[in-house]
């Protein structure tokens, strides 16, 4: 499974942008398999999850940050999960990673980690201004 992030750039704070994340390859598995989130690295910081959308696209997950301002969604006939933010703010600046994994309980998707998605790709760069 090979993913590819685009649509970093330097926002105001306060703007918004949208991440895409397309998927190719799936290991012999259809994308539909598999649970994607996306998580952001601050520089010193460790790598911790946004936002996660199930399979099926039934289900999604919010870090705290994410709450209100970011909406996760999937278009299986384009293999591409999205990352809609809004309002952003300075601290939301990092570099943030398409991950993939195939989760086996609910509680990995309650609470995930890059240690179940072991699938990312290389990283797109959101910077914010004041």
């Known amino acids: 499974l090979q993913l590819v992030e685009f649509g970093g750039a330097l926002v105001e704070r306060g703007g918004s942008l949208t991440l895409s994340c397309t998927a190719s390859?799936?290991?012999?598995?259809?994308?539909?398999?598999?649970?994607i989130g996306w998580f952001r690295q601050a520089p010193g910081r460790e790598r911790e999850a946004i936002s996660c959308i199930s399979h099926n696209g039934g289900d999604t997950y919010y870090g705290d940050s994410a709450k209100g301002r970011f909406t996760i969604s999937k278009d299986d006939a384009k293999n591409t999960v999205y990352l809609q933010m809004e309002n952003l703010e300075i601290a939301n600046a990092a570099i943030y990673y398409c991950?993939?994994?195939?989760?086996?309980?609910?509680?990995?998707?309650?609470?995930?980690?890059?240690?179940?998605?072991?699938?990312w790709g290389q990283g797109t760069q959101v910077t914010v201004s004041s």
């Open positions: 991950e993939a994994g195939i989760l086996t309980s609910t509680l990995q998707f309650m609470y995930p980690t890059t240690r179940y998605f072991p699938r």
């Open positions: 390859g799936f290991d012999g598995l259809g994308f539909d398999a598999w649970t």
